[in-house]
């Protein structure tokens, strides 16, 4: 399955994978816990490779790929909100077409299906559904 994660991050902030990397080894991690990154402008970054388990969905790491977008919350740092740009939306949308026909993938779901959260502050499972 595919499981979609904001970066929790202030509407417009830009954030890169390198940047998340550095969170994450910050808190432990072997690395960046996503697979991929979705910039503001759309522009998709390689995070973890697929073929490791990512670090990003606490039980479903070993059967899921993990895909963030950046932004998520509103400009005070706390309220979710879907902050996606126009550029995000297509992009995610396509990504997560290669994926499903890449690796035969049906289901994907957002982090709030696993945890209780916001992430990644839409209904993930309703939008990417067939």
């Known amino acids: 399955m595919i499981i979609v994660h ?3 991050t202030p509407c417009g902030r830009e954030v890169t994978a390198a940047d998340i990397d550095r969170w994450h080894r910050l808190r ?3 690395g960046i816990g996503y ?3 979705v910039r503001l402008d759309g522009r998709v970054e390689a ?3 697929v073929e490791r ?3 990003h969905c606490k039980g479903y790491n070993a059967r899921s790929i993990g895909v963030a977008y950046v932004g998520g919350v509103e ?3 706390v309220t979710p909100a879907d902050t996606r740009t126009d550029a995000q939306r297509a992009a995610l949308r396509e990504l997560i077409e290669r994926l499903r026909t890449q690796y035969g993938i049906m289901r994907v779901h957002g982090h709030r299906d696993f945890a209780a959260k916001a992430c ?3 209904d993930a499972t309703a939008e990417y559904s067939r």
Do not use: E, I, L, Q
Request: with cysteine; proline share 10%; aromatic share 14%.
């Open 120 to 122: 990644p502050s839409f």
């Open 6 to 8: 904001c970066t929790a």
């Open 28 to 30: 432990g991690f072997n």
């Open 53 to 55: 388990a990512g670090a």
């Open 47 to 49: 995070g973890r490779p």
């Open 35 to 37: 697979h991929f990154v």
């Open 75 to 77: 400009a005070d740092g």
